[in-house]
C-alpha cells in the first residue's frame, strides 16, 4: 500500500487514502500493525482518507474526508494535527498558495483550514475548530485523591488538569485519568499550567497512544480551561514538548495556528 507520513511538532500520522485498502481490510488491526515504531514505520495515528476534491474561484481550495485510528487501533473522532497533516498533503497535491483553503470532513464536522504560509516544507494553517462543548470543573478520583479537572469536548473528549506540569504527574494522574471510568470512551489528558496570561505550558497523555509531542486538540482543550479556570486571554500561545500553536477562543469558536511537515511517500507491506 501506498501511504504518506507526516507530523505537526512530533505529533505523526500514516495517510492512507482508502483506494489503496484491500476489500474487506481489518482497519484496526492495519493501523496497530504500521503504526508499530519498532516493527513498521510507526506513527501515532493512521488517517483514512477519500472523497478528495478541489475547486478554483477567487481562492483555490481542496478537500476531503478522513477517518482516524490511533495506534492501538482505537477510533478517535478527530485530531487537530492530523487534521493539518492532511490539509498539508492536500495543499501540496493541488499547489494551493496562501490564502487558499482545505475542507476536512471529520466524525466531528467539517474543519476549515487557511493555508497561511509555506515556508522550506513547513505548511501553516489557522483551522476553524468549532466550538468546545460541555465545559464543566469537577473533581475525579485517582488512587483515592480528588484531583480538581476540567472537562470538555473539542470534537473529542478532553480532560485537563491545571497546576503543576511534570513527567512524573503525566505518568502517574494524566495516565490514569485517560482511562477514568468518568470516561467510557477514554480521554485525552493535558497537564496545564498557565505561565503567563498569554502563554501556556502542557504535557499530554493522548487517548489510545500514550505520551505525545504535541496534540491540536489538546492545545484547544487547555486554552480553554486556561482561560475559563485559570486567568489566561482568549489568545494563547500553547507550548508543549514539541512546540508552540496558537489558539484563539472568539465568538465562532476556536481557531488552531500551527505547522505540519511531509516526511516520505512509501510503500508499506502489510
Known amino acids: ?27 484496526p488491526w492495519l493501523a496497530k500493525r504500521i503504526c508499530n515504531r519498532h516493527h513498521a514505520i510507526g ?6 482518507y477519500s472523497h478528495l476534491w478541489s475547486k478554483t474561484g477567487r481562492s483555490r481550495s481542496a478537500g476531503a474526508a478522513m ?3 490511533n495506534a492501538d487501533g482505537s477510533y478517535s473522532e478527530v485530531s487537530g494535527n492530523g487534521v493539518r497533516c492532511l490539509a498539508a498533503w492536500l495543499a501540496k497535491g493541488h499547489d494551493l498558495a496562501a490564502g487558499g483553503h482545505v475542507e476536512i470532513t471529520t466524525d466531528a464536522g467539517v474543519k476549515d483550514l487557511e493555508l497561511l504560509d509555506v515556508t522550506k ?11 468546545p462543548e460541555n465545559v464543566e470543573k469537577r473533581v475525579l ?3 483515592g485523591i480528588g484531583v480538581e479537572a476540567v472537562t470538555l469536548r473539542v470534537g473529542n473528549p478532553q480532560c485537563v488538569v491545571l497546576g503543576e506540569v ?20 477514554g480521554s485525552n489528558v493535558e497537564l496545564a499550567a498557565v505561565e503567563t496570561p498569554d502563554r501556556v505550558r502542557i504535557l499530554i497523555w493522548e487517548r489510545g497512544v500514550g505520551p505525545t509531542e504535541a496534540s491540536g486538540t489538546g492545545a484547544c482543550a487547555s486554552a480553554v480551561a486556561a482561560i475559563a479556570y485559570g486567568g489566561a486571554s482568549r489568545d494563547v500561545q500553547v507550548t508543549s514538548p514539541g512546540g508552540t500553536q496558537r489558539v484563539e477562543w472568539t465568538g465562532d469558536g476556536l ?8 516526511i516520505a511517500e512509501a510503500t508499506v507491506y502489510v
Open 166 to 185: 511534570s513527567q512524573e504527574r503525566l505518568h502517574s494522574i494524566a495516565a490514569k485519568l485517560a482511562v477514568h471510568p468518568a470516561f467510557p470512551a
Open 67 to 69: 477517518d482516524l485510528l
Open 121 to 131: 516544507g513547513r505548511y501553516t494553517f489557522r483551522a476553524a475548530m468549532g466550538q
Open 141 to 143: 478520583q485517582v488512587d
Open 1 to 27: 500500500m501506498k501511504l504518506v507520513k507526516a507530523h505537526a511538532y512530533g505529533n505523526d500520522f500514516l495517510l492512507l487514502h482508502d483506494g489503496e485498502l484491500p476489500a474487506g481490510a481489518d482497519r
Open 43 to 48: 506513527a501515532d495515528g493512521l488517517i483514512i
Open 255 to 262: 481557531f488552531l495556528t500551527g505547522w505540519a511537515e511531509l
